[in-house]
């Protein structure tokens, strides 16, 4: 079964910088489309940042400029360098591995929380 582990979530105060990664257990990761999205209290789950099996990279408005995905291919995990943090990026965020029409996994989540 593909499990999906995030880490690098926790609490940092507004302007600072965290680093998340999400580990693939099995091959599919190369063939994947790589996804982190995030879900804040009361609203609904969002996509933040997406990275294809290419390397193509997309980002929400709302992140662009501060935060940076990016793939290892070789260690099956995929990063989220976020900096610049405001208190709205406060979420618990999800790493998702998709490929259109054979799979979508997710992981468990992280929270990071940003204090004003």
């Known amino acids: 079964q593909v499990q999906l582990v995030e880490s690098g979530g926790g609490l940092v105060q507004a302007g600072g910088s965290l680093s998340l990664s999400c580990v693939v257990s099995?091959?599919?990761?190369?063939?994947?489309?790589m996804g982190w999205y995030r879900q804040a209290p009361g609203k609904q789950r969002e996509p933040v940042a997406g990275?294809?099996?290419?390397?193509?990279?997309n980002y929400a408005d709302a992140v662009k400029g501060r935060f940076t995905i990016s793939r290892d291919n070789a260690k099956n995990t995929v990063y989220l360098q976020m900096k610049s943090l405001k208190p709205e990026d406060t979420a618990v965020y999800y790493c998702?591995?998709?490929?259109?029409?054979?799979?979508?996994?997710w992981g468990q989540g992280t929270q990071v929380t940003v204090s004003s």
């Open positions: 099995e091959s599919i990761f190369s063939s994947a489309s």
């Open positions: 998702n591995a998709r490929r259109v029409g054979l799979f979508s996994y």
């Open positions: 990275i294809t099996s290419g390397g193509s990279t």
